[in-house]
């Protein structure tokens, strides 16, 4: 009993610590940035907005509510969906490289904003091909999946999605050979290095409700995510359907991967490295490995969007900045982090 409290007190502290880490660079990116706007600032403009002050509207108000709580707010949500959706699949597939768009959702989706892109629809349709393609590409591996017999099941959706990210990778090459190269396939590419510097409000709230539609059915069966992670058998004999658990577990992590990306484009290594940082802060259990990768999730994109717009006169791409950092703290967590899956 009391080495449970001591953990749960523990949790709680860590968690605490991440949400006020978290809020902080939330005020750091909404005050930094070409123009300069202090803590006060930021304050009296949102006394403004809620009508508790009767000062006019200024320059800051604009620059605060037309750029950059759309894009802190979106920063938020994609980086923990994008955690939340990695520490699924690491845990359904008991694999540590295993990332959200390990069953072709971000090349579905980089596919069909792409076509968009190439069709010069305008960017609400583009951000609807893209997170349908992205669901499409999905449902289309778990059909294949479905109909391949003889084999590991995990096996077979794994492979699946290799084969369909790669013809949805073909694809995309083939629309970037056919795009007008001084227009669309700048913006093709660009599309697919990953921003927020487009953000608008309507774009937070068009993904917001898909992220918490699949974040519900994640948060009602982490418990089980403990007992899928120890194989189907063990699963099945503890009374869970490894099947029909993994369908829902899979399209709830689909939805938040796709509906993020079709905002932001594809930035990876979110899902692949944070939930591995989140298992070494508070070990495997699953229950208080989401909210913590949640939470790291949402501050290091708010840390590398603030690198993104602040690091040059022109913007770097997201992409970009999370390979450069990504890929060494994932080689050293490879190096040095093998016991947080046992």
């Given at each position: 009993m009391?080495k ?40 009296e403009?949102l006394?403004?907005?809620a ?11 604009t620059?605060?509510f ?25 845990g359904?597939?008991r694999?540590?490289?295993?990332s ?29 091909l ?23 099941p995990?096996l ?11 013809l949805?990778?073909a ?7 056919l ?25 937070v ?12 059915p ?28 993994r ?12 509906a ?13 490295v ?12 699953f ?7 949640m ?28 390979a450069?950092?990504g890929?060494?703290?994932f ?12």
């Amino acid at each position: 009993m009391g080495k449970g409290r001591s953990l749960t007190g523990r949790l709680a502290s860590k968690l605490s610590l991440l949400t006020g880490s978290v809020l902080l660079l939330a005020v750091l990116a909404l005050t930094t940035g070409p123009y300069q706007a202090s803590p006060g600032q930021l304050w009296e403009a949102l006394l403004r907005y809620a009508g508790l002050s009767a000062a006019l509207p200024s320059a800051v108000d604009t620059v605060l509510f037309s750029v950059r709580i759309p894009r802190v707010a979106a920063g938020l949500l994609t980086g923990a969906a994008l955690a939340a959706a990695g520490a699924v699949y690491q845990g359904l597939f008991r694999n540590p490289l295993v990332s959200p768009d390990i069953l072709g959702v971000s090349a579905g989706a980089g596919l069909g904003a792409a076509l968009g892109i190439f069709l010069s629809l305008p960017v609400v349709a583009i951000q609807g091909l893209a997170f349908a393609t992205g669901l499409g590409t999905v449902a289309l591996v778990y059909l294949v999946a479905t109909a391949v017999r003889g084999h590991e099941p995990t096996l077979v959706l794994v492979l699946s999605g290799v084969v369909m990210g790669a013809l949805a990778g073909a694809c995309l090459s083939l629309l970037k050979i056919l795009a007008d190269p001084y227009d669309q396939l700048p913006a093709i590419t660009f599309w697919l290095l990953g921003s927020l510097a487009a953000i608008r409000p309507d774009d937070v709230w068009g993904a917001l409700p898909a992220v918490l539609i699949g974040l519900v059915p994640v948060l009602l069966l982490r418990w089980r995510m403990n007992v899928m992670s120890l194989g189907d058998e063990e699963a099945a004999a503890l009374g869970v359907n490894p099947r029909r658990q993994r369908l829902v577990l899979v399209m709830a992590a689909t939805l938040m991967t796709a509906a993020v990306v079709s905002i932001a484009g594809i930035v990876g290594w979110v899902g692949l490295v944070i939930p591995h940082i989140a298992r070494l802060a508070v070990g495997p259990d699953f229950i208080r490995l989401l909210p913590t990768a949640m939470l790291m999730g949402a501050g290091y994109m708010l840390l590398v969007d603030m690198i993104a717009r602040n690091l040059t006169t022109t913007e770097t791409p997201l992409g970009v900045l999370t390979a450069f950092v990504g890929a060494p703290v994932f080689i050293w967590l490879l190096a040095t982090g093998r016991r947080a899956w046992s």
